[in-house]
């Protein structure tokens, strides 16, 4: 019985035709209008819009209305030119001018921190934007399906597995478009069987490219389902011939049926599994599996505002927490006494090491581990550091990590995240226990999306 109250608690019915105006975004760029105070999610309403819509979906505290017109158009508004982006949703933001999505995202930021952080008084900087929002990513992870008897490339509607084909991705890298389109159609040529994900049958599951922006080398990733990729002998030299910056071509075989997109087993068909790209003028040997940020220039301006934050005068002892392949720790190294790099992935760390070692690097020492656990370990044996520079994934810092920098008390911490949401809560936490917040940078990594990185810097 009490899901029938729920439901007539709400102010409007399903299927109702409704006219309302859009008064803010929800986090992911949804637009929000409200009737007799109950909160409506429209996609692809703005703010100060009119629009007309039909509600679609109706919960205890929010509903969801699909847009059917705009009678009052906000003038942030850009035309989406085919409607297939916004079928993907690999572009949530492609409406709103690029002006106003960078204010957006300082909007988000400025939320979290007032709603979870409770520092209402910290000030949040204007969002570093790109001069060129678009082709910007470095790496793509491209699915392939039959589609009327055709291997194609594409991208899957939102919430399906239905793939819409695509040749132009917007925000990828173009050269990483081509290549795509080109392996494709060496496939096509040798009658490769793309992978049909029902049955678990067919072959080729994805296509991956990655790029390094400043050096062009490209790498080429099929994803299999069978180790035998017929006739590899005739697929290699096709697209050495078709893309010469190819340095590697890696096939990596996944058998089971699942959404993760790379499996375990890796034959090398070309070169070996690595390719090179520079960040701040080092240089970096980047694996197929490898973390490597997908937006090289934003990235350079990411890492240099953690230098700048750091203040680094050669003389610290420097912890970087969730130090990768180490973009971050080389970049530290290179203006403090002494990095220690703490990575829970072990193949990531043996990188780490092959590119301090590359780039002539000898203050830096990694340790394999979960960083609250290392950290603990540190903290109980009293060890010190100036300085602690974390960049940790999504869901932010771990209890445990917090207690123990607590129990340190660097002087200074740096924190890079992907995440404003838990970086409010984390620094919360920090400040009850003795930090400052001084300053806060948000940094747009990936444009034309509803994703924000900062970079915060705290004192003792």
Known sequence: ??????????????????????????????????????????????????????????????????????????????????????????????????????????????????????????????????????????????????????????????NSHDLIPMEDFKIQDPEIDKAVV??????????????????????????????????????????????????????????????????????NVNPKKTNVILGQEVIVLHGEDKYQDKLLGHTFEISHRSFFQVNTLQAEVLYSKVLEFAELTGEETVIDAYSGIGTITLALAEKAKHVYGIELIEPAVIDARRNAELNDISNVTYQVGAAEDVMLEWSKEDRKADLLVVDPPRKGLDGQFIDAVLTMQPKKMVYVSCNPSTLARDLALLVEGGYTVEKVQPVDMFPQTSHVESVVKLSL
């Open 1 to 158: 019985m009490t899901n029938n109250t729920n439901k007539q608690s709400a102010p409007v019915a399903k299927n109702n035709v409704l006219e309302a105006e859009v008064i803010d975004l929800t986090h992911e760029g949804l637009g929000i209008a409200k009737v007799e105070g109950y909160p409506l999610f429209i996609e692809g309403a703005l703010i100060n819009e009119t629009v007309e819509f039909k509600v679609i979906k109706i919960g205890k505290s929010f509903g969801v209305g699909k847009l059917i017109k705009i009678t009052k158009q906000s003038p942030d508004r850009v035309e989406v030119k085919d409607k297939a982006y916004a079928q993907t949703g690999t572009m949530p933001l492609q409406h709103l001018t690029y002006e106003a999505q960078l204010t957006f995202k300082k909007n988000q930021v400025e939320n979290v921190l007032t709603k979870i952080g409770k520092l209402p008084d910290v000030e949040v900087n204007d969002v570093i934007g790109m001069d060129k929002p678009f082709g910007y990513r470095n790496k793509a992870q491209i699915p392939v399906r039959k589609i009327k008897e055709n291997l194609e490339t594409g991208v899957f509607r939102k």
């Open 182 to 251: 080109v392996v494709r159609d060496i496939m096509r040529k040798y009658n490769v069987k793309p992978y049909n994900e029902k049955d678990n049958t067919g072959n080729l599951r994805h296509i991956l490219v990655r790029r390094g922006y400043h050096t062009g080398e490209m790498m080429i990733v099929l994803v299999t389902r069978t180790p035998k990729l017929f006739p590899h002998s005739k697929i290699v030299p096709d697209i050495l011939e078709a893309l010469p910056e190819v340095v590697s071509i890696v096939q």
